[in-house]
């Protein structure tokens, strides 16, 4: 089977990459290095892709440790992830995991041995924390700590372009529900943290699924479905992924889309 990566550009200096398993990458070029944030499953050769549109050097920055995030890593030198996700990638990158989450994708069965990427070793990345900065000249990337999905998880503020890549921290359906996730509290917690810090400072939203486009105010909407969850106020839509059973905050459709046309979701677990 033959795996092609579709790009749009989406920006003069970022491009969003489509991977196989509902997954987003985004390439960001700067006049000196380009940052590629999130490395998707590792089906398929994104470095391939990533030549294609960029001669730069590329440094590779992960949200979080997760099996659709992390996993094509091992074709690039220069990968940074936080040290807190090490237990997340430790488990989200065997094999059984990594088949068991690929099984989602249709066309998994169908891959080559060849076209999985190997996962590449921890001790192989570079640790990245909040507060760091990658200025790749003309464009800077600046992290910030959102904990709460996993321990690790960061966002990425592109300070020229004013977008905030979210990824995983706060999206549509937010998973707070495996064994490494935050209580709703301290979740919420970090949200109004990262709202504070990032304040003014954007004026689009990035997400790392679906069609990656959020809505400017998606923090504070997120932060709002918090409040409904602690007052008692949730729809507790019950929820199923991978055989583990949780809750929706907010009641949705078949497509996903919230019945009551919001944006902002959590799948939560009621203890």
Not at 81 to 107: I, Q
Not at 150 to 170: I, N
Not at 174 to 181: A, N, P, S, V, Y
Not at 203 to 228: F, K, T, W, Y
Request: net charge negative; glycine share 8%.
């Amino acid at each position: 089977m033959n795996l092609y990566f579709k790009t749009e550009k989406i920006s003069p200096r970022v491009t969003r990459i489509f991977a196989f398993n509902t997954e987003l990458m985004y390439l960001v070029e700067g006049d000196e290095r380009a940052a590629l944030l999130d490395t998707g499953s590792g089906f398929g050769s994104l470095r391939a892709c990533v030549e294609a549109l960029t001669d730069k050097p590329v440094t590779v920055l992960l949200t979080h440790g997760h099996t659709d995030h992390a996993l094509g890593a091992a074709e690039f030198e220069e990968v940074y992830m936080n040290p807190l996700d090490e237990e997340v990638y430790a488990k989200h990158s065997a094999m059984p995991y990594r088949a068991r989450s690929g099984a989602m994708w249709p066309d998994f069965a169908k891959l080559r041995p060849d076209q999985i990427i190997p996962a590449m070793a921890f001790s192989d990345m570079r640790p990245l924390h909040a507060g760091d900065v990658f200025d790749l000249g003309g464009v800077t990337v600046e992290c910030f700590a959102c904990p709460g999905h996993t321990p690790g998880t960061l966002v990425f503020l592109l300070r020229e372009e004013r977008m905030l890549l979210l990824g995983d921290a706060c999206n549509d359906r937010t998973f707070l529900f495996d064994e490494f996730t935050a209580s709703v509290p301290d979740y919420r917690a970090a949200l109004m943290t990262l709202d504070a810090q990032t304040a003014g400072r954007y004026d689009r939203v990035l997400l790392s699924h679906g069609d990656g486009e959020g809505v400017p105010d998606m923090l504070q909407r997120v932060i709002a479905v918090c409040d409904d969850i602690l007052a008692g106020r949730s729809d507790a839509q019950p929820f199923e992924f991978l055989g583990d059973c949780a809750l929706l905050a907010r009641a949705c459709g078949p497509d996903g889309a919230r019945l009551d046309g919001g944006r902002g979701n959590i799948v939560y677990k009621a203890e």
